[in-house]
């Protein structure tokens, strides 16, 4: 029986494993925290930092592969690992990803569109970008940022007094897009070849994922070219194993946003809405089976579920609706805004959901 670790044991490393055991997979997961989601279900477990290389290195001795679902494993930790076991989606994916102006720069090297953008670090590039790029453009920070954590959206000339703060650490500068809509791809790629998921379209609030509705509201021929140019992007970078990709869509024009090398909150309609699944994809990867090519099952609706609608998910799933699908990650501590579980409705239409459920949930 082969065993996959998990760098990180939240809710993605929840998924991964539940999906291992599924294929008869076993799952070890590292985190730093007792009681991660996924420990409930991993097979074994280490609670140690991500800095921690002994334990990192133990992980990897337990496991016939590793993967990761944190994005922020220091290099100088990973790269000598990578060298000495099985992490077949390797450090560059994580590297390319963990600094925005390198992602840009990188996604802009292999042929796709982003917004402009220039680095900032201190208040003269800052007035020196906002000179190129215009107004509105977003400052945010350029290293661990997440969830619109660490961002500033600048209307006029007086904003920029008020980035200053900001930029205690290194930042980039980008050109606002009034986007139609917001979107995302993922895909899963091994030697052979790439399989990617249906586009959905991505709803945030506060910077936070709040629903994703498969198909995306956009024409056949800029979600064939995204699918398209995102699975040419993978390969020409090189990348094995999983990778999310977030799109800005303004009429026929698709901007890089940013990406991911690990399964996505937009891509948790999978699990319900999908003949395979992304957390599934990913361990065939890693145990090297066969991708299998993944096709919608209906229109589907994925609603996050953050601390503030955990009562009223709780509830959806004591009434039992058919075709709809409640996951409670389990986590010990609520707070609003904390991604707590989501619930995926198939069947379900963006209109649909509008409609039957949206008032269910904190406006
Ligand atoms: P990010 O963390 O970069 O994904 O940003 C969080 C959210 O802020 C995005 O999902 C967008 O809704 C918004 N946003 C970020 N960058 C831009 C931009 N250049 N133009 C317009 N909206 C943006």
């Not at 586009?199 to 609030?205: E, K, S, T």
């Amino acid at each position: 029986m082969k065993t996959i670790g998990i760098i990180g044991g939240g809710q993605l490393g929840l998924m991964i494993a539940e999906q291992a055991h599924g294929l008869g997979v076993r799952a070890v997961a590292l985190d730093p925290t007792a009681d991660a989601p996924a420990f409930r279900v991993c097979d074994d477990h280490i609670v140690a930092a991500y800095d921690d290389a002994a334990a990192l290195e133990r992980l990897c001795r337990l496991c016939d592969v590793v993967t990761y679902e944190f994005e922020n494993v220091p290099g100088e930790i990973l790269i000598p690992l990578c060298e000495k076991y099985n992490i077949p989606q390797g450090y560059k994916p994580l590297y390319d990803s963990q600094d925005r102006l390198r992602e840009k720069t990188n996604a802009r090297n292999h042929g796709l569109q982003t917004p402009g953008f220039a680095a900032v670090d201190d208040e003269a590039s800052l007035r020196a970008a906002v000179r190129e790029l215009g107004l509105p453009a977003v400052l945010k920070t350029r290293t661990l940022g997440y969830d619109g954590h660490g961002q500033l959206v600048l209307k006029s000339e007086a904003d920029i007094e008020r980035a200053l703060p900001l930029l205690t650490v290194p930042c980039i500068l980008e050109e606002f897009i009034p986007f139609d809509s917001e979107a995302s791809i993922v895909m899963v790629a091994d030697r052979e070849r790439v399989v990617s998921f249906p586009v959905g379209r991505n709803i945030h609030r506060d910077g936070i994922l709040d629903l994703s509705i498969v198909p995306a509201a956009a024409s056949q021929e800029v979600l064939g070219r995204m699918k398209a140019q995102s699975e040419r992007f993978m390969r020409e970078c090189g990348y094995e194993g999983i990778l999310a990709i977030e799109y800005f869509i303004r009429g026929g024009e698709i901007y890089f946003n940013e990406m991911a090398p690990r399964p996505h909150n937009s891509g948790h309609y999978t699990i319900e809405g999908c003949t395979t699944n992304q957390f599934r994809e990913l361990v065939r990867y890693l145990i090297g089976e066969p991708l299998q090519e993944p096709r919608l099952v209906a229109p589907t609706v994925m609603k996050n579920i953050l601390g503030q609608d955990l009562d009223a998910a709780r509830v959806v799933e004591r009434e039992g609706h058919p075709n709809t699908y409640v996951h409670i990650y389990g986590k010990t501590e609520s707070r609003p805004k904390r991604k707590m579980g989501h619930i995926t409705f198939v069947g379900m239409t963006g209109e649909g959901y509008a409609k039957e459920w949206a008032d269910r949930f904190v406006k």
